[in-house]
């Protein structure tokens, strides 16, 4: 069964631009959520999708958005790029809907933004 | 407000002997959820448990146990006779059950030196 797949592994982007990151889950599993992970801040909470809707959010900018398709998959968006976003991206997958259910990763996005 | 403190950044031990890794949480529901990952260097977070507050029993899964103490607020994790396998960050986790959000500590970086 293959697990969580985040797309791609590496990004460069530049202050001001935009990017969009790839999340596709376990197979079955309909809850999709994403962290973001720095070494000053930690890993923290970004959003939650569950059936193409976002069930729970935590504290970030307007910037930071999301998306799930009607298959799972799920695609997160930074707009107007800061150097404070350079982080680890990580998603990931669970069977049900919630923060307090095992959750599966994938290997994240590691996001340099210059 | 939910809380997780993991005091130890950094740990070094050598291969063999046990070790404990300390997290202290704090919330106000009665109904929560404390999770324990690790980080191995590839990047992905695995799941390694998962307890409810009403169950304070004490596991053991191989070479690794956990001691939950709702006394002290405490959820202990120690790793029994180590392996350099087990270098990685250890995350503690809390999910309230009221929000549904999720809050991990800062981490703790095992180091097991063969």
């Known amino acids: 069964k293959a697990g969580v797949t985040q797309t791609p592994r590496y990004l460069i982007k530049t202050r001001g631009q935009q990017v969009t990151l790839s999340c596709s889950p376990i197979?079955?599993?309909?809850?999709v959520s994403w962290y973001q992970q720095t070494p000053g801040q930690g890993l923290q909470f970004l959003f939650e999708y569950f059936s193409e809707t976002q069930r729970n959010k935590g504290n970030f900018p307007g910037r930071f958005s999301g998306r799930q398709f009607s298959n799972s998959r799920s695609e997160m968006n930074v707009s107007t790029l800061e150097l404070g976003d350079s982080a680890l991206y990580l998603c990931a997958s669970s069977l049900v809907q919630g923060m307090n259910t095992e959750a599966f990763f994938g290997q994240g996005t590691r996001l340099t933004v210059v | 407000a939910q809380k997780v403190t993991q005091a130890q950044t950094e740990i070094s031990v050598v291969e063999k002997e046990d070790v404990t890794l300390d997290c202290v949480y704090e919330t106000r529901d009665t109904t929560y959820y404390l999770f324990w990952y690790k980080q191995p260097p590839s990047g992905e977070l695995v799941f390694l448990i998962r307890?409810?507050?009403?169950?304070?029993q004490n596991e053991i899964s191989g070479r690794y146990s956990w001691n939950f103490q709702k006394s002290t607020s405490s959820f202990n994790f120690t790793i029994t006779a180590s392996q350099v396998v087990d270098s990685a960050v250890y995350f503690c986790a809390l999910s309230e059950d009221r929000d549904d959000k999720i809050i991990f500590g800062k981490g703790t970086r095992l180091h097991i030196l063969p």
């Open positions: 197979s079955g599993h309909r809850s």
């Open positions: 307890r409810n507050s009403f169950d304070e």
